[in-house]
């Protein structure tokens, strides 16, 4: 009977354990909707960032389109040419003059996978269940001396994000992401602050990417104009370029 009532007391401790941290997700996510300005963002269609990136010492500006729900083109600029990428979840492609060709190349699978994540106009936790993610509450959590909540992002395809959103004010602070490469695990953290307002939606204008805790890249956004009606054509692939 002892053993009986244990086993009862178990499982109910369990149960409301998994209960509370249920709540405690969907509190701490509509807070960091709410923090962030979701509910306008909820309403854009598309935004441009201009912005400064920085991978080995190198300098290269950038300019970037998306449009709900996930299109995305990239121009970088480095030696006066111009390499474009483009992200539509239907054509993936990308424009290298580097290579010594002007026609349009198809990304390769982990290519669209590791750009897909940036093309989602909304993010890993808004819509999640629609998006077929599971999101979890995984406890408390540090980051450089700043508490934060842990929330944990599982993909279909086994890629893991970990949101570090401030305990303070519920906005993300750093993703700690475990991806898979042409077959090996991929580990890395990306930082995010001097965040700021624009139009009511809260865009950090510095990110930095760390691997093994050296600092790989890093990007100072310089401008952000949001709502900005774009053209099609910037993510149609040229005709007669090679196709997927």
């Known amino acids: 009977m002892k053993n009986i009532k244990l086993t009862l007391t178990t499982c109910l401790c369990l149960l409301l354990s998994g209960t509370l941290f249920a709540q405690d997700l969907e509190t701490i996510l509509q807070e960091h909707y709410a923090a962030t300005g979701m509910e306008k963002r909820a309403k854009i269609d598309s935004y441009v960032m201009v912005s400064q990136t920085t991978v080995g010492g190198m300098e290269f500006p ?59 106009f909304d993010g890993h936790l808004y819509d999640y269940e629609k998006k077929g993610y599971e999101v979890t509450y995984e406890g408390a959590g540090d980051v ?9 992002v599982a993909t279909s395809e086994g890629d893991e994000f970990i949101y570090h959103l401030d305990k303070d004010n519920y ?23 001097d965040y700021r307002m624009v139009d009511g939606v809260a865009f950090p204008y510095s990110i930095e990417t760390k691997a093994n805790g050296n600092t790989t890249a890093s990007v100072i956004i310089k401008d952000i104009q949001v709502g900005k009606k774009l053209d099609n054509s910037l993510f149609v692939r040229p005709s007669g370029s090679d196709t997927d």
Do not use: C, H
């Open 62 to 120: 950038t300019t970037t389109y998306l449009v709900r729900p996930s299109k995305m083109r990239t121009e970088v600029t480095f030696q006066g040419q111009t390499i474009v990428t483009v992200y539509t979840g239907d054509d993936n492609w990308m424009v290298n003059p580097m290579t010594g060709s002007m026609t349009p190349q198809p990304l390769d699978p982990d290519q669209a996978k590791m750009i897909s994540s940036q093309a989602d």
């Open 144 to 152: 450089e001396g700043t508490e934060t909540y842990m929330i944990k």
């Open 171 to 193: 906005i993300p602070i750093m993703v700690s992401t475990v991806t898979t490469m042409q077959g090996v695990q991929v580990t890395a953290e990306t930082y995010m602050s």
